[in-house]
T-cell receptor, first 115, second 115 residues
Framework: KAGVTQTPRYLIKTRGQQVTLSCSPI?????VSWYQQTPGQGLQFLFE???????NKGNFPGRFSGRQFSNSRSEMNVSTLELGDSALYLC??????????????FGEGSRLTVL | GENVEQHPSTLSVQEGDSAVIKCTYS??????FPWYKQELGKGPQLIID?????GEKKDQRIAVTLNKTAKHFSLHITETQPEDSAVYFC??????????????FGGGTRLMVKP
């Protein structure tokens, strides 16, 4: 079974630009979560999608957005990039359908550098 | 919201020794406590988890204990091996009906096992 696939793995952008990151969950998983990982703030929850609906959202500005498609693939977008957005963006999928939390399967991440 | 504190931030042990990492959480409603291991260049991977109706759980060389009254939980690794070297994260789920797969992570512990 293929794992969680994130693209691109690495990218460099300049301040003010926008970026779109893609995540393909494990086949059959309908929940996709996004986390931001930085040395200073650690792992922080961005948002979670389940069946194309945003189920939860973390404490990030509106520049961070996401969506999920009918095949469970997800994208996140960051507009008007700032230097502080440089981070590893991790996507995780889960098979749990209900409100109960379960094992998250993480991808290897997309490393974004903002210059 | 939930706040998770993790100690120590770095831990160096000799191969064969035991390692203990401790976490405290703030939200008494939290009911799910996973531990993730992150190796260099990879996404975090679940190694063990515990729910609030259980005080201890063991899986081979790894065990987790939970003290709900004190709101802390710990990871115990016995007979450490060089391949245990990685960054370990504890996490908690807020436990409300809409928690979904939203986790609050601790700051991480870099474990180094010296051969």
């Amino acid at each position: 079974k293929a794992g969680v696939t994130q693209t691109p793995r690495y990218l460099i952008k300049t301040r003010g630009q926008q970026v779109t990151l893609s995540c393909s969950p494990i086949s059959g998983h309908r929940s996709v979560s996004w986390y931001q990982q930085t040395p200073g703030q650690g792992l922080q929850f961005l948002f979670e999608y389940f069946s194309e609906t945003q189920r939860n959202k973390g404490n990030f500005p509106g520049r961070f957005s996401g969506r999920q498609f009918s095949n469970s693939r997800s994208e996140m977008n960051v507009s008007t990039l700032e230097l502080g957005d440089s981070a590893l963006y991790l996507c995780a999928s889960s098979s749990l359908a209900g409100a109960s939390t379960g094992e998250l399967f993480f991808g290897e991440g997309s490393r974004l550098t903002v210059l | 919201g939930e706040n998770v504190e993790q100690h120590p931030s770095t831990l160096s042990v000799q191969e064969g020794d035991s390692a203990v990492i401790k976490c405290t959480y703030s939200d008494s409603a939290s009911n799910y406590f996973p531990w993730y291991k992150q190796e260099l260049g990879k996404g975090p991977q679940l190694i063990i988890d515990i729910r609030s109706n259980v005080g201890e759980k063991k899986d081979q060389r790894i065990a987790v204990t939970l003290n709900k009254t004190a709101k802390h939980f710990s990871l115990h690794i016995t007979e450490t091996q060089p391949e245990d070297s990685a960054v370990y994260f504890c996490a908690a789920s807020s436990g409300n009906n809409n928690a979904g797969n939203m986790l609050t992570f601790g700051g991480g512990t870099r474990l180094m096992v010296k051969p």
